[in-house]
């Protein structure tokens, strides 16, 4: 694994840019996000790591460490300023390349989300990054790992949110100029959970669900089987009272026999919700999303930063099941069958009730077994 420590930072510099902050804040741990710079963006030592788009053998930076960072800056005389930085998560490099070598080909980062960083009374991280090479420079750039005690280990997720929403500042949610001012939405994902039986059926427990990653897409996805039941925890927390809104959940109703839209009102300044989903039975493994969003008017003079996140996910048919459905299909007819088969040869089969036996006894247990571990 790579030490190297790479720092992406997004910024107010458009509406979109805070969004993409926000969503790093948001996305449950493992979900890959998606940043990209301009070449001319990042210092020398990261930009001559990056291979090429194509070139397999180049992987220097697959697997390093990443610190995601929103900056709040101001453009005065055409030049950007920075005045306060603060990083948010860490984060596993996935996949990096860019697409040429010129300043205006583009450098693509796909990384993991992971821990959050602990905003512990005293810590002041614009200060302490005020002194590196890149302030003021770069947006992607290779420097030195924070202190272990700035990043919450993953048991302290919540309180580390909560801290970083209370620390990031309101008036640093606005356009470069400052003509326009934003409303941020704090959002924590938590991610799927399911109830699983154990090996006694009348046992359950808590199973939560994390993302894989595909390759091939650079993306992450949840994995899920068809006719069961899940259910999307999430929770918000703002500094202080916010405006009414609603966070709405988002499925296939073509997929999910639960509703369409799952709608929750929010006017508290912390809330814990959930969802449920309850995938159909399927003909063939498919792929969808579920869409996390929030919907805020304009509170107070300023345009809201609503979320729109995309949950990619993928549910499977549960094939042993199907298998064992097939079988008790198949031992009903052997008994069924044999019954009809000894009536018409009257008394020259003498052993026909063996088969009866079996292919009943299959058929039950069959019909037992999906009973208890899928459809009860």
């Known amino acids: ?71 709040y800056q101001q453009k005065q005389d055409n030049e950007w300023k920075w005045f306060e ?16 070598t010129e300043d205006n080909d583009i450098a693509h980062f ?4 992971d821990k959050y960083i602990y905003y512990k009374e005293g810590f002041n991280f614009t200060n302490d990054m005020k002194d590196w090479e890149s302030w003021n420079k770069h947006y992607a750039f290779l420097e030195r790992n924070l202190e272990e005690d700035k990043v919450a280990p993953q048991e302290k997720s919540y309180s580390a949110f909560n801290k970083i929403c209370e620390s990031l500042k309101k008036e640093h949610f606005k356009s470069p100029k400052g003509d326009e001012d934003y409303y941020p939405i704090f959002g924590f994902i938590d991610g799927l959970k399911t109830i699983k039986r154990s090996w006694t059926p009348w046992r359950k427990y808590e199973k939560k669900i994390f993302p894989k990653y595909d390759p091939l897409l650079y993306k992450s996805y949840y994995e899920i089987s068809e006719g069961s039941c899940y259910s999307l925890e999430f929770r918000t927390y703002f500094p202080e009272n916010p405006p009414e809104f609603q966070v709405i959940v988002k499925s296939d109703e073509k997929l999910f026999s639960s ?45 809201p930063l609503n979320l729109y996140i995309s949950l990619p996910v993928k549910i499977k048919r549960k094939l042993l099941f199907r298998a ?51 459809r009860g």
Request: a positive charge; aromatic letters at 12%.
């Open 1 to 71: 694994m790579n030490d190297e420590i790479i720092y992406l930072v997004s910024s107010n510099a458009s509406k979109e840019y805070m969004l993409d902050a926000l969503e790093v804040l948001s996305l449950p741990f493992g979900m890959v996000q998606h940043f990209r710079y301009q070449l001319r963006w990042l210092d020398e030592g990261l930009k001559k790591k990056l291979p090429i788009k194509g070139e397999t053998e180049k992987k220097d930076l697959k697997n390093s460490k990443v610190i995601i960072c929103y900056l």
């Open 85 to 100: 930085i603060y990083p948010l998560r860490t984060g596993i490099l996935m996949e990096a390349f860019k697409t040429g």
């Open 110 to 113: 796909y990384f993991k989300v």
């Open 259 to 303: 509703p369409p839209e799952c709608k929750v009102k929010i006017s508290s300044r912390y809330t814990e919700e959930n969802c449920m989903l309850i995938s159909r039975e399927l003909e063939r493994d498919v792929y969808t999303s579920l869409s996390f969003e929030t919907a805020c008017k304009n509170f107070d003079g300023k345009k």
């Open 324 to 374: 064992i459905e097939v079988l008790g299909d198949i031992g009903f007819g052997v008994g069924t069958g044999s019954i009809a088969l000894a009536k018409m040869l009257e008394g020259k089969w003498n052993w026909w009730y063996w088969p009866v036996i079996v292919g009943y006894g299959i058929w039950m247990i069959s019909k037992l077994l999906l009973k208890l571990l899928w």
